[in-house]
């Protein structure tokens, strides 16, 4: 933890060493997309895509779980999603899933998650059967099964009110994505190919 606090500490220094203006992010905020993604530590949004502070409002989940709207229980990701879209006005919105992503991995290999009944809990809003469940149980980087899971959660999103509303209205787009950790590569689904395909 001390390294983390050095640079928290540093960080107006370092902030202003490479030019970054933060003030202005002080007077309010619009960000260019929603970027859903899982809170494994390997994936970093900004890194990722190169954005500066402002520029992504980001959603993280354990296994970029976005769960099916349900107008009669508020949760943070609902809340999240429905800001972003209505009050921000973002004109994207990624789903964003991972190579080696262990929540993914558990649902497909069945794992006994006794041991963390809150996480064996979210996790049952990933269906086995929609995954592939077994077919890649020996994959490490479950490619496969984690970019099914992305196309389901954009799915979900289509569920969401706001977001409904707003893909009919033409003013937001989808968008799923697959970050492979040990190459940094990029793959984005194409609908018309059916295929997941470097940026």
Do not use: K
């Not at 020996?138 to 954009?154: I, S």
């Not at 940094?184 to 059916?194: E, M, Q, S, T």
């Amino acid at each position: 933890m001390d390294p983390l606090i050095d640079r928290a500490r540093a960080f107006p220094q370092r902030a202003g060493d490479t030019g970054r203006e933060l003030t202005g992010l002080a007077a309010g905020q619009a960000p260019q997309a929603l970027f859903i993604t899982c809170s494994d530590s390997r994936v970093v949004p900004a890194l990722i895509t190169g954005a500066d502070p402002g520029d992504l409002f980001e959603l993280r989940t354990a296994g970029n779980i976005v769960p099916a709207y349900r107008a009669d229980h508020a949760s943070g990701e609902s809340a999240t999603v429905e800001y972003a879209v209505e009050v921000l006005g973002v004109r994207d919105i990624v789903v964003c899933g991972h190579s080696h992503c262990g929540a993914v991995g558990a649902v497909v290999r069945g794992e006994d998650l006794s041991v963390v009944p809150a996480v064996r809990d979210w996790l049952r809003q990933a269906d086995p059967a929609e995954l592939g469940a077994g077919a890649d149980v020996f994959d490490p980087t479950v490619a496969g099964p984690v970019q099914r899971h992305v196309l389901t959660q954009l799915d979900r999103l289509r569920g969401y009110p706001a977001v409904a509303r707003r893909l009919r209205e033409g003013e937001v787009r989808l968008h799923g994505w697959f970050y492979e950790i040990h190459t940094g590569l990029v793959l984005a689904h194409r609908p018309d190919a059916g295929l997941f395909l470097p940026l």
